[in-house]
């Protein structure tokens, strides 16, 4: 599998920013896709899921109604739609995923630890 995770940079709070992740090597129809955040000095922890079907979305507390998870499996991407940004979303966002037929059929699979398939892209985020 092989991904480039695109769209951090830097932004005020408040403002909003789309990330992506172009994969290859896999059809979103065989894997559950997600997104994986580590902050400054704390464990990565899993932000949001979409199932294989693009039926079953979930988010962390801290995320949900502020950040959708989308995928659009013609161009092989994987979207994060992240909106009212704080300082505290400041992290580096990775995408995984997993080839597990339940992943993402409920929340604990935000908590799987799965390991991010790429290099990651840096979100920053000043008040």
């Known amino acids: 599998v092989h991904v480039a995770e695109s769209g951090g940079g830097l932004v005020q709070a408040g403002e909003s920013l789309r990330l992506s992740c172009t994969y290859s090597?896999?059809?979103?129809?065989?894997?559950?896709m997600g997104w994986t955040r580590q902050a400054p000095g704390k464990e990565r922890e899993g932000i949001a899921c979409i199932n294989w079907t693009g039926g079953s979305t979930y988010y962390t507390d801290s995320v949900r109604g502020r950040f959708t998870i989308s995928v659009d499996s013609a161009k092989k991407t994987l979207y994060l739609q992240m909106n009212s940004l704080k300082v505290e979303d400041t992290a580096t966002y990775y995408c995984?995923?997993?080839?597990?037929?339940?992943?993402?059929?409920?929340?604990?699979?935000?908590?799987?630890?799965?390991?991010?398939w790429g290099q990651g892209t840096l979100v920053t985020v000043s008040e």
């Open positions: 995984v995923g997993s080839a597990a037929y339940d992943y993402c059929s409920d929340s604990s699979s935000l908590y799987r630890g799965l390991k991010p």
């Open positions: 090597g896999l059809a979103f129809d065989d894997y559950g």
